[in-house]
């Protein structure tokens, strides 16, 4: 009994003193202290050790692990477009806080395209109080318009028996292909003989405003009795056809009073015929004026196409 007693208070008193320990890291274990006591102040001593002179804590690396995983996470979060960032912080946030997806769908019923502006902001004849320098969707038809081609129209004329007819400017791919000026301008239609250029007098509706312009349109026979159904249109006539009978009529007025003339100014006519033929002479050559042609290279290229439509 008394070797029992002798071991219970030999454990109990911490064990057999060593020369070799430290009193700073041996263990001093009162005798009042139990097992569990003296396990849970080992964990404590171990979770306040810091990193390098022990073992790290559970708690400690699980900080350490989750600062590592954000930095990777929020690295591969803002290599993403914008486009997956924003699904993902929508997932997240229904997840999260409750809701569906039609909660995040906006509303499309005031989208629009650059043809509904165009449909919008267009105008057959632009006028200089039309024109808005701050208004951007004003600057894109004005812009359209100008890539427009005005000498001639092309036309829809399937409603011409109720006397209403679509006329509008032809575009690029329209002047190449010749439709509308060696081409009928209807639009159902691809004759290529006979046309005819037509001045219409064209009355439209824009924007609650009646509006008039003169255009030209040059159709085949079979579509100007569509355009004439109603009433009858004026025939373009062109500059150069003018000219001609003008002419002809001075030629035939001065035709008419040439023997008038020549019986009162017969005396005249022989000065005159004095005077050129003294200046044949190669001395007067160089005394008389130059005739020099008045017409500019504008109305040299109109009557050359004048001249080709007739």
Same mark, same amino acid.
């Given at each position: ?7 219970? +208070? ?8 060593? *020369?070799? !320990?430290?009193?700073?890291? @041996?263990?001093?274990? !009162?005798?009042? +202290? ?27 690396? /699980?900080?350490?692990?989750? %600062?590592?995983?954000?930095?990777? *996470?929020?690295? =591969? ?28 769908? $906006? @509303? ?11 449909? /919008?902001? =267009?105008?057959?004849?632009? !006028?200089?109080?039309?024109? *808005? &320098? ?22 829809? #004329? @399937? ?12 575009? /690029? ?21 006979? #046309? ?10 824009? $924007?609650?405003?009646?509006?008039? %312009? ?15 159904? =109603? ?22 007025? $001065?035709?008419? &009073? ?14 005159? /015929?004095? @005077? %050129? ?15 020099? *042609? ?11 196409? !004048?001249?080709? #439509?007739?």
């Amino acid at each position: 009994m008394n070797d029992s007693s002798d071991l219970i +208070q030999f454990h109990a008193s911490g064990g057999i003193d060593s *020369d070799f !320990e430290d009193e700073s890291t @041996s263990p001093c274990i !009162e005798p009042s +202290q139990t097992n569990e006591e003296i396990s849970t102040g080992s964990k404590r001593k171990h979770s306040t050790t810091k990193h390098g002179q022990g073992i790290p804590s559970k708690r400690a690396f /699980e900080d350490l692990y989750e %600062a590592e995983a954000a930095k990777i *996470d929020r690295i =591969h979060f803002l290599a993403l477009d914008a486009y997956s960032r924003h699904k993902i912080m929508v997932n997240n946030y229904i997840k999260y806080y409750g809701g569906s997806m039609k909660d995040f769908k $906006r @509303s499309r019923a005031s989208d629009k395209t650059d043809y509904d502006i165009l449909r /919008e902001q =267009h105008r057959f004849v632009w !006028e200089d109080e039309d024109e *808005d &320098g701050n208004n951007w969707e004003k600057r894109l038809a004005k812009k359209y318009y100008d890539r427009l081609y005005k000498e001639y129209c092309v036309a829809d #004329l @399937s409603k011409y028996k109720e006397n209403k007819i679509a006329l509008r400017w032809r575009i /690029e791919r329209e002047v190449i292909s010749g439709k509308g000026q060696f081409l009928c301008g209807n639009l159902k239609c691809g004759a290529s003989d006979d #046309l005819r250029s037509w001045e219409v007098n064209f009355g439209y509706m824009e $924007r609650g405003e009646k509006k008039n %312009a003169l255009v030209k349109l040059r159709l085949c026979l079979k579509c100007s009795d569509k355009l004439n159904y =109603h009433h009858r249109r004026r025939l373009a006539k062109s500059k150069m056809k003018n000219d001609t009978t003008r002419i002809v009529e001075n030629s035939s007025n $001065r035709d008419s &009073g040439a023997t008038q003339e020549s019986e009162q100014n017969t005396s005249s006519e022989q000065l005159k /015929e004095e @005077s %050129a033929k003294s200046s044949d002479k190669p001395d007067n050559v160089w005394s008389r004026p130059v005739n020099i *042609d008045t017409k500019t290279r504008e109305d040299e290229i109109e009557d050359y196409f !004048e001249d080709m #439509l007739l």
